[in-house]
Every structure is written in structure tokens, then in C-alpha cells.
């Protein structure tokens, strides 16, 4: 069985036997794109880690700002770097893994995650083990990153 993240509305509408619709909704990612596109719908649960990569502009390395989703929140976990540079946390403690700074914040919390893409940053967002290449999906635009209840539905 393949499974697809619809809206309630679509859910409904599909009961006609054809698929099979979960009763509970159930948290998912979702990416909506400055147009209110929704450009990416994911399923995720408490422990699926939601990464999102991109390059420093100007350091010109990876960082990894790394959550989880609790009771519809979205809560920083980690930023992973490799060098230290503006916006990137130097006066705080890291500790190394991997050749990699590791910082683990205090728990902090956010409804929404509002990020400009671009050309350089090339933003990407892995969900548990899938790959959105997010810059390229909302043409270099802005996105929302939310925790929304959805529900299945199973073809």
C-alpha cells in the first residue's frame, strides 16, 4: 500500500471505496510556498527527526538545523555546522561529532518556521528519510514550514 497525505475535504470525498481513509488525522510537515501552495505534505511522528539543510552564504558550508514535532510545535533540537560564522551560534557550547559542531539549544519552540530560499543557501528539507528540495519547489521563493493534522489515505 502506498500512503498519501490529503486534506479532510479529500478524505471525505474519497470514502467512496476506491481508498481507504485513516478516522484520526495525524501530524504531518507541511510546506507552504509564497503563493499558499502547499509544496510539500509529510507524515511524521514524535520521534521523526525534520532537518533542514543548506549552505551558509558566508562560511560556504553545510548547516543542519535539525526538529522534532511535539503537540503541533515544531522544536529545535540541534544545528549541526562545520565552521563558525554570522548567524552561527559562537559564543555557546558545541561539542564535536563526526568533524562537525554539534549545538544543542535550550528547547525552543515554533508554530511556524519562516525561511527565504535561494540560489547559494539551496535549502533542503529531509522529513525521517525523504529529500525536498525545497529551494528548487518554491522557485528560489519564501516557505512555511508547519506541524498540521492530516489524515491517510491508503491506495
Known amino acids: 500500500m502506498t500512503a498519501v497525505l490529503v486534506s479532510a ?6 470514502s467512496s471505496g476506491a481508498l481507504t481513509a485513516s478516522i484520526e ?19 511524521v511522528g514524535e520521534e521523526t527527526e525534520i532537518v533542514l539543510e543548506y549552505t ?3 562560511e560556504k558550508t553545510l548547516v543542519r538545523d535539525v526538529y522534532v514535532a511535539v503537540d503541533g510545535q515544531l522544536v529545535s533540537v540541534r544545528m ?8 552561527l551560534p559562537s559564543q555557546a557550547t558545541v561539542t ?11 528547547r525552543v519552540e515554533y508554530e511556524a518556521l519562516r ?4 540560489v547559494i543557501a539551496d ?8 529529500r525536498y528540495d525545497i529551494a528548487a519547489l518554491a522557485d528560489g ?14 491506495t
Open 115 to 118: 525561511v527565504k530560499t535561494g
Open 56 to 58: 551558509h552564504s558566508v
Open 141 to 154: 521563493g519564501a516557505v512555511e514550514i508547519t506541524v498540521q493534522q492530516r489524515r491517510r489515505i491508503f
Open 9 to 14: 475535504a479529500v478524505a471525505v470525498a474519497a
Open 123 to 130: 535549502h533542503d528539507l529531509i522529513v525521517g528519510g525523504n
Open 80 to 87: 549541526e555546522f562545520s565552521s563558525f560564522g554570522a548567524g
Open 25 to 43: 488525522p495525524e501530524p504531518a510537515i507541511v510546506v507552504t510556498d509564497d503563493r499558499g501552495e502547499e509544496i510539500v505534505v509529510s507524515p
Open 96 to 106: 564535536q561529532r563526526d568533524g562537525r559542531y554539534v549545538y544543542e539549544p535550550p
